[in-house]
């Protein structure tokens, strides 16, 4: 399970959460890119085990400027 906070200066903050499951990472990757701005930050908690698979998950996201800080719950 992960659990995610989408940061935006411009708008307030944006919570999910969800199983790792190709739906629920996509339903997060889709609201990241529909909010994408310079400054944006993405919070997202769960298992270090887990973390490659959400870094393939996000990394055009990153490549587009989105700060992704992954952290341990």
Known sequence: MFHATIR???????????????????????????RVRNGMRVQVRLASARRPLLERVLR???????????VEP
């Not at 200066?9 to 990241?32: A, F, I, N």
């Not at 055009?60 to 992954?70: H, K, N």
């Open 8 to 34: 935006d200066d411009d708008q307030p903050p944006l919570c999910l959460s969800g199983e790792l499951t190709p739906y629920d990472l996509e339903v997060l990757r889709e609201h990241v890119l529909a």
């Open 60 to 70: 055009d996201i990153v490549r587009r400027g989105v700060a992704v800080e992954l």
